[in-house]
């Protein structure tokens, strides 16, 4: 896949408002990065046939719940949505964490994704 292909679900994804603000962040030091992410994350990882973006998202916000990156968690709830997980589903997906991530862990994902949730629903959403 090509930069602009992974560019395009990033977009799909993320939004297009987080992806500006990520391009306005951009600096020489940090662009390298920022390639790297758009061309294997997105262009790689999230166009590959095998897993929906559905399921994608419920292995990513998982993944980020178990590693406390929960800066990361806020932004993939919004994907998530956006990739067609309703809040039930992010809810149970949340729970399964706490089994098998910790319950600390999973506190603070609620913490975040209730945040986030009333957030869009306001229409604060970025």
Known sequence: MSYD???RVRREVLGDAHVDRAQERTTEFTLDFQNLI???AWGEIW?????DRRTRSCITLTALVARGHLEELAMHVRAARRNGLTTDEIK???LQTAIYCGVPAANAA???AQRVLAEDARGDAG
């Not at 166009?47 to 897993?51: D, K």
């Open 110 to 112: 609620f913490a975040v």
């Open 92 to 94: 149970e997906v949340l």
């Open 5 to 7: 292909d992974g560019m």
């Open 38 to 40: 758009t061309r294997y």
């Open 47 to 51: 166009t590959r046939p095998g897993l």
